[in-house]
């Protein structure tokens, strides 16, 4: 079946503006994570849903950073007002309660954000 | 939140067995380890997860001593695809905490020809 699929792969844009980053978690799979990649550097936590509901946003580095999601389903990242330590790569990540390996993590490509 | 740590770096040649062990001292009793695999330009991909002894996989096994407070992945065989990043995780997955899973920097593997 479909994995996790995220657009835009790439974007672009200039300090300031706004950003928004899709995710579409594997159909079914009711937690959702975000990340964030810097070059070279681990995977840096930014929040979780379960549902529709993000019981843990601690990750969010500021109040510049915000998610939602709906249906269960697709959800967006956005970043108001950029500023150039915000360039990195976005990863999404969905899992369900089931399986082999509880709550295995299915990854996405990535957005690979850059502000100029 | 268990904290783990792993060598930044390994070196090996395609054939030969890779370990990468990770150190977990304050693991909880209900805390779980899983590692997962990253290529360059790549999401993660999980290999394998365990909570004490052996596990073994098609492409991994994993090996958990009587105290928890490490586990080593082993890679047998190595090829040159397996160079990526290799992240240890520990998290308690029944009770919310897969959510605070943390990936650290991971170890990076170089496999040479």
């Known amino acids: 079946g479909a994995g996790v699929s995220q657009s835009p792969s790439n974007k672009v844009t200039e300090k300031g503006k706004d950003v928004e980053l899709r995710c579409d978690p594997i159909?079914?799979?009711?937690?959702l994570y975000w990340y964030r990649q810097r070059l070279g550097q681990g995977l840096e936590f930014l929040i979780y849903f379960q549902g529709n509901s993000a019981p843990d946003k601690s990750g969010l580095p500021s109040d510049r950073f915000s998610a939602e999601r709906t249906g269960e389903s697709v959800s967006t990242l956005t970043i108001q007002r950029t500023q150039q330590e915000d360039s990195a790569v976005y990863l999404c990540?969905?899992?369900?309660?089931?399986?082999?390996?509880?709550?295995?993590?299915?990854f996405g490509p990535g957005t690979r954000l850059t502000v100029t | 939140l268990a904290k783990t740590t792993q060598p930044i770096s390994m070196d090996s040649y395609e054939g030969q067995e890779v370990n990468i062990t990770c150190s977990h001292n304050?693991?909880?009793?209900?805390?779980?380890i899983t590692w997962y695999q990253q290529f360059p330009s790549q999401g993660p991909r999980f290999i394998i997860q365990g909570y004490k002894t052996k596990v073994t996989n098609e492409v991994a096994s994993l090996f958990i001593p009587a105290d928890r407070k490490s586990s080593t992945l082993s890679l047998p065989r190595v090829s040159l695809s397996d160079t990526a990043v290799y992240y240890c995780?520990?998290?308690?997955?029944?009770?919310?905490?897969?959510?605070?899973?943390?990936f650290g920097a991971g170890t990076r593997l170089a496999v040479h020809p």
């Open positions: 304050n693991i909880a009793t209900n805390d779980y």
């Open positions: 990540a969905s899992s369900f309660e089931g399986g082999p390996h509880p709550y295995e993590q299915y």
């Open positions: 159909s079914g799979h009711t937690a």
């Open positions: 995780l520990v998290g308690d997955l029944f009770s919310g905490g897969y959510n605070k899973l943390i």
